[in-house]
């Protein structure tokens, strides 16, 4: 299971930490991830993190701006978002990856979804 929290109204500039609390499963082996939708558009690949730490992947719309991260020991995965724009407005999903071989953008890898958290930036 995979709790999302940490969504939020915030002004164009501004940051914000999401976390994703993993339960019930093996965290330490998966490849996590976060998604993200906005209002009548499809789900897209934000960031990824391999269960090292070694590896990560990003969107070329939030380099620069977004780090993920994760912490093994809490069984939990961050993405802290800075410099928000407007154009960040979405729900944002983890998800994870149970074989974690691979740091994939693409959706359909993942095995487990989040409940989604909602970012809101108003500019």
């Known amino acids: 299971q995979l709790q999302a929290s940490g969504g939020g109204l915030v002004q164009a500039g501004d940051s914000l930490r999401l976390s994703c609390a993993a339960s019930g499963g093996s965290f330490t082996r998966y490849t996590m991830a976060w998604f993200r939708q906005a209002p009548g558009k499809k789900r897209d690949f934000v960031a990824a993190?391999?269960?090292?730490?070694?590896?990560?992947r990003y969107a070329d719309s939030v380099k620069g701006r977004f780090t993920i991260s994760r912490d093994n020991a809490k069984n939990t995965v961050y993405l802290q978002m800075n410099s928000l724009k407007p154009e960040d407005t979405a729900v944002y999903y983890c998800?994870?990856?149970?074989?974690?071989?691979?740091?994939?953008?693409?959706?359909?890898?993942?095995?487990?979804w989040g409940q989604g958290t909602q970012v809101t930036v108003s500019s």
């Open positions: 993190i391999n269960k090292s730490s070694i590896n990560t």
């Open positions: 998800a994870a990856d149970i074989e974690g071989v691979f740091v994939s953008s693409s959706d359909y890898v993942y095995d487990y």
